[in-house]
């Protein structure tokens, strides 16, 4: 199986996708305390405020699932089929009741919806398709999400409840003293803490084996496949190393090493480095050691950051890890991997918000389905989203438009910030365009991904600017990241009394005190790179 570029087009909208979770629940949105799966989750203790979230999350991952087992299924008015109320309550019923689907309305829903579109008619005549094999298939998915979820107790009850006989479920809605009969059961069997720790370790050990089996795909397990994948990979060498920021760093292949980023201690990763780098020594058949190397294990000569990027492409592949923190650091590197095209795993902290301009890149992973890991450090449950991401794009030609990228950084003072810069500029260089990073973001371009269009937008400016103080946007630092990657012009910037994240420290660049001295000093201390590039 290929990994998946993270600009091919998805087969449904994610719109879609959360519109249909929210449709399905929301026909018991205020009592699911009351339904069938409610009151045995109730039962079991296990009936939390996040029921909802975790139904609406699974539901969205069934219908993801779906439509990439299933990418011929996408045709006109499916996904109104999946929309419409009737399909929508009859799911409903289903999952959370166990009511048995009334398969002439869902049928009376498909003719309305997809009967109608003579094209989509063909297609499944031509599939041997009918409504109720799309729900009965839709529904194995929802299974199959579930199941990759077996060490959370709440996840097990549905299943359970999804699972048995018809006789079991009559009794269960009958009486709450055969509820509770049955999750005393449950207790000594699934819901036992050795059956959930035996499906935690078994979720474990599949999800380091679909990583085994991705990375073989692309010649990163064995070690003798990977050096060659990376000496493939250094030819040519990247504008980076060969005439940019990293000018004369003398590369050679790390096929034992994978980069780490990452936002946490070292000792919160020990199950990863030992669970991923065991399950790859077995995939290869040999004892060949593979390490990870986390940002700042040893020191690099020259620029730490000439050295984190020497790693994260000389290495079989980067693996980022997003925290809650949104360290700044994580992203300016994620940035550099996107821009010099390096392989890298995205690997997403449950409590993280991430950058809406990297959502996209979040849902290429095994088809389509996210892995929810879930791990227990230092006392606390570790939940994460796993998705394989390559970044490969066909690149305009650089400098191609006459303007520059300008990020302020997310703050409150950006308008003066980016207000200082283009009126400055804007006097000397009147046929030069400022492109702030925010308006690049919200503008849409038929249909390219957003993070498409930024990586686009660096590409044919003529330079960029950002404002890089440690408190400024991640989203700042992954486009920093990605200039520095494509070895593209650019100017960083802080204010005087302010810090810069720790990869960016010993560089040189301009401390400004405030915008007025900014405004008067922008042109005269970066005259030469101005006049290269603006003129």
């Known amino acids: ?9 998805t087969p449904i909208a994610a719109g879609i996708l959360t519109n249909f979770a929210s449709d399905i629940l929301k026909y018991h949105a205020q009592s699911l305390e009351g339904t069938l799966v409610g009151k045995v989750l109730k039962s079991a203790g296990l ?5 909802y979230d975790s139904l609406h999350e699974s539901l969205y991952k069934a219908l993801d699932l779906y439509f990439n087992t299933y990418p011929q299924r996408d045709l006109l008015g499916i996904d109104n089929f999946f929309l419409d109320p009737e399909v929508a309550g009859q799911i409903s019923g289903y999952i959370l009741e166990r009511r048995a689907i009334d398969w002439f309305k869902i049928q009376e829903a498909f003719d309305k919806q997809v009967g109608r579109h003579e094209n989509s008619k063909k297609q499944i005549d031509q599939y041997n398709l009918d409504s109720k094999r799309i729900i009965e298939d839709f529904i194995e998915c929802y299974r199959r999400v579930l199941r990759e979820q077996l060490s959370l107790p709440q996840v097990v009850i ?3 409840v999804l699972n048995q006989n018809d006789k079991l479920i009559s009794e269960l809605r009958a009486s709450e003293q055969r509820i509770q009969q049955y999750i005393a059961e449950l207790k000594q069997n699934q819901l036992s803490s050795q059956s959930l720790n035996a499906a935690y370790q ?5 999800l380091a084996a679909r990583l085994t089996e991705q990375l073989n795909t692309v010649g990163l397990v064995n070690q003798q496949q990977s050096l060659q994948v990376i000496q493939a990979r250094l030819q040519p060498i990247p504008a980076l190393f060969e005439m940019g920021l990293c000018k004369g760093r003398l590369l050679s292949p790390k096929p034992n090493e994978y980069f780490v980023s990452h936002g946490f201690t070292p000792d919160l990763l020990a199950d990863w480095r030992e669970t991923l780098t065991n399950t790859l020594v077995e995939a290869s058949g040999s004892q060949d050691d593979i390490q990870p190397y986390f940002s700042g294990d040893k020191l690099l000569g020259g620029f730490r950051l000439c050295g984190i990027c020497d790693q994260l492409y000389t290495t079989r592949f980067g693996m980022f890890l997003l925290p809650p923190s949104q360290d700044r650091n994580v992203y300016l590197e994620l940035g550099i991997a996107i821009g010099l095209g390096a392989p890298f795993f995205l690997v997403q902290h449950h409590e993280a918000k991430i950058p809406p301009v990297l959502e996209a890149l979040s849902r290429y992973t095994n088809g389509g389905l996210f892995r929810r890991m879930r791990r227990e450090l230092a006392g606390q449950i570790e939940e994460y989203d796993f998705g394989v991401v390559h970044f490969i794009a066909n690149l305009p030609a650089a400098g ?11 703050l409150i003072e950006d308008e003066d910030f980016e207000g200082s810069i283009t009126d400055a500029l804007g006097s000397t260089y009147p046929n030069l365009q400022a492109v702030p990073l925010k308006q690049v973001l919200e503008t849409a371009r038929g249909a390219k991904t957003v993070l498409e269009q930024l990586v686009e937008s660096i590409q044919t400016s003529r330079f960029a600017i950002y404002r890089v103080d440690e408190e400024c946007s991640a989203t700042t630092f992954l486009a920093l990241g990605i200039s520095i990657g494509l070895n593209q012009p650019f100017l960083m910037m802080h204010r005087s009394n302010k810090e810069v994240p720790l990869d960016l420290r010993g560089m040189g660049m301009y401390q400004f005190p405030n915008f007025t001295t900014l405004e008067n000093e922008i042109i005269p201390r ?10």
């Open 400 to 410: 191609s438009q006459p303007q520059y990228l300008i990020a302020g950084g997310g």
């Open 202 to 206: 078994s979720g474990q050990q599949e």
């Open 1 to 9: 199986m290929l990994i998946p570029e993270p600009f091919t087009a």
């Open 526 to 535: 970066h005259q030469n790179l101005l006049n290269r590039y603006a003129g």
């Open 158 to 160: 549905l299943l359970e």
């Open 47 to 51: 009936s939390e405020p996040t029921l």
